[in-house]
């Protein structure tokens, strides 16, 4: 190219930069991005489909602030601009007003719920009035009368709007500068005065959160299965992740299947929870305050089953996913039965679970166990037992024990799952004698503050961490009961219960790190270096998420229990990392895990000193078996899967009127033919309209 060329190049380029810049300049003059925003997702099972999604392009609405559910009519029917994106304060956030707006959805093109700052007073649970009651024990074959909750219904609260489905996006807001923003433009822009309607421009609000699921499990997991180029697109992931556990005495995991001579206790608790909104899980009371409980209670006991062992081995189990249909405990007990697991069901002598236990009226839990089950002699027999060992465990503790003094089915409960597959002695700990105590079961009320977890004022971070709550120390008294119902349930010797004692010190740092803030120095000190990033400044999400990989929760579960039951061994980095006491150790990684700590920094000096911890801790798959035999509208176990999407983000604008669009577009379409015909007449007369003016070639002087 010539050098006039290279100008017209360069000059071209400059252009576009400013065009770019410019574009992005006025994008940002013309949108509010929300920075906080936690969206309804898509989930699906054998049979349908929950939860909520936007058009490809997202949903967009004029912005109305609900005031009472008597202004739902306005958006129903009587608004002059719809579709409106719904902005709902908490208390508006109910079953009657979203089935109103489901209803009505041609005119609602979403709904933001403005997350509080404080709980409610009354109880709220988007759950269902009976948890997992299809894929429990209590089915019309094994007693029709007790199915369905038809004795107890366990959760009176239970809405079910988590469980139905939307076709608008609904988000959570937090309530700060975003929310401001909100309520500014609309009180601007849009609120009538006077009776009198909104002029344009009108704030509105756009919503993304399209959903690439559809229908059902088996629908998405076949669109899976077809492959039509190199890299396919996955519409939707099984739900699960994995179980953590550990054993009092070492079990060769490497050899699966019944182990003999061996009998074990297992003690049980769920570590998931959930709400309407994805990864807004708190969980305190509905999972919290059970593997908590059992968590410190597996510490009390490391000396004890060291010093003493008793005749049973006590098997620690934490299932993940259990509010999808027990898909952690479900894939235990799949796996026992076929030989998977270090143990099988012949192993099993008795189940103790920890339920939700949080919420002690008079310091009193009660044993639930099942009516059923126990008309076997042998059963009963051994259900008394450990009734009878958790009652001489609360002896002499700020703690009372009684059976529900009526005959009732379990509560939901991991139990059942084992129950399911063969009669097992067990009991479930729970703090209701019926219906949950918890007003707040599986919401986003369900948090630090419902457990009555406060701190003085003024207090720092790490201040916080290590003072003891009242909410603690009553936990620190069930895990002591605990602890010692189990070692006597084990074969242990009464003589050493006396020493058996939880920590209401470890307990609140777990309370604290769990529903405070997971980034503190004493889960730091308890962890590999390269799970710091992991630690946030905010509660652990409790949500159970996509069989891909461990959570935060499971990996952080699976140090605390490692540390907790373990000991410190002295063997270097590289042994410890490669499941060995030494270069020549080929046996112990069948026995026992080896977890390199990264530990405290010593006083004047940032840098850690590591150490390794030798345990039993093990972690073993919580995907449902549904997945495994491709069975994707299967009865007997979970199905649950969760879509896949691609942008999940909101933000407002200012919209102007429909006529005032028409206007622009048919102004815009106007000066498109003008340019045209301009064009054309001036290419037909381009060479009268840019003659050069020179003679012609063949002009003779």
Not at 333 to 345: S, T
């Amino acid at each position: 190219m010539d050098l006039l060329s290279n100008k017209w190049v360069l000059n071209l380029l400059v252009c576009c930069l400013f065009i770019g810049v410019g574009c992005n300049s006025v994008e940002k003059k013309i949108y509010v991005h929300l920075n906080y925003t936690v969206p309804c997702v898509r989930l699906l099972n054998a049979t349908h489909q929950i939860g909520c999604q936007s058009h490809l392009s997202g949903n967009v609405g004029v912005l109305h602030v609900l005031e009472s559910e008597e202004n739902v009519d306005w958006v129903l029917r009587s608004g002059p601009n719809p579709p409106y994106l719904v902005i709902l304060e908490s208390p508006l956030f109910t079953r009657s007003i979203m089935m109103k707006l489901k209803n009505g959805s041609s005119r609602v093109a979403g709904v933001a719920v403005v997350a509080p700052s404080a709980n409610p007073l009354e109880g709220v649970s988007p759950h269902t009035t009976c948890p997992n009651e299809n894929t429990g024990v209590y089915t019309e074959v094994y007693d029709p009368s007790l199915a369905h909750c038809n004795m107890t219904v366990w959760n009176p609260l239970g809405s079910g709007l988590s469980y139905e489905q939307f076709d608008f996006p609904i988000f959570s807001l937090k309530d700060d500068n975003d929310t401001q923003v909100i309520r500014q433009c609309y009180m601007d822009h849009n609120r009538a005065v006077n009776g009198s309607t909104p002029q344009y421009p009108l704030c509105a609000m756009q919503l993304y959160s399209h959903m690439s699921a559809v229908t059902d499990t088996a629908t998405c997991m076949r669109r899976n299965d077809i492959n039509f180029s190199i890299s396919p697109e996955m519409v939707c992931d099984p739900l699960g992740d994995y179980n953590v556990w550990a054993s009092t005495r070492p079990i060769n995991n490497t050899a699966k299947g019944h182990k003999m001579w061996e009998s074990v206790v297992i003690a049980a608790a769920r570590l998931d929870s959930r709400s309407f909104f994805f990864e807004v899980a708190p969980g305190a009371e509905s999972g919290v305050s059970g593997f908590v409980t059992l968590l410190a209670a597996a510490h009390a006991l490391r000396n004890a089953t060291k010093e003493a062992p008793p005749n049973r081995t006590i098997l620690y189990t934490f299932f993940q996913g259990e509010t999808f249909d027990y898909i952690g405990s479900s894939r235990m007990v799949y796996d026992m039965q076929n030989n998977h697991f270090a143990v099988d069901l012949d192993n099993v002598h008795s189940v103790l679970e920890i339920g939700q236990v949080g919420l002690l009226a008079d310091s009193r839990l009660w044993l639930h166990s099942d009516p059923v089950s126990r008309r076997n002699d042998s059963v009963n027999a051994e259900v008394k037992k450990l009734i009878e060992s958790l009652q001489l465990a609360a002896k002499g503790l700020n703690v009372s024990v009684n059976e529900p003094g009526f005959s009732q089915p379990l509560p939901p409960s991991s139990f059942q799952r084992f129950l399911r597959a063969r009669p097992i002695p067990g009991v479930v700990i729970e703090d209701h004698q019926s219906a949950f105590t918890n007003r707040f079961y599986e919401s986003m009320y369900d948090n630090a503050e419902y457990l009555n977890i406060s701190y003085p004022p003024n207090l720092t971070p790490e201040e916080q961490l290590v003072f003891v709550t009242d909410t603690a120390t009553a936990l620190a008294e069930v895990a002591t009961m605990v602890a010692r119902a189990l070692y006597i349930q084990a074969g242990g010797a009464e003589t050493q219960l006396e020493g058996i004692n939880a920590d209401p010190h470890i307990v609140t740092r777990m309370l604290y790190g769990f529903l405070i803030r997971s980034n503190n120095s004493w889960f730091q000190q308890l962890i590999p270096s390269d799970f710091m990033s992991h630690l946030a400044d905010r509660p652990t999400n409790f949500y159970v998420g996509v069989a891909q990989q461990s959570s935060e929760l499971t990996l952080l579960v699976k140090y605390l229990l490692a540390n907790l039951t373990g000991s410190t061994t002295n063997v270097s980095q590289d042994n410890c990392q490669n499941q060995r006491e030494d270069e020549k150790d080929k046996e112990s990684k069948h026995m026992y895990s080896y977890m390199w700590i990264q530990g405290a920094a010593p006083p004047n000096s940032t840098k850690r000193e590591g150490f390794c911890v030798r345990s039993t801790v093990r972690v073993s798959k919580a995907l449902s078996p549904a997945f495994d035999l491709r069975d994707y509208t299967s009865k007997n176990y979970s199905t649950w899967t969760e879509s896949r999407w691609k942008s999940i983000k909101g933000r407002i604008f200012l919209v102007a009127s429909h006529d005032l669009e028409m206007l622009t577009l048919g102004v815009g379409v106007a000066v498109l033919l003008a340019s045209l015909l301009l064009t054309y007449i001036m290419s037909s007369k381009a060479d009268i309209l840019f003659s050069s003016g020179r003679e012609p070639a063949n002009a003779t002087y």
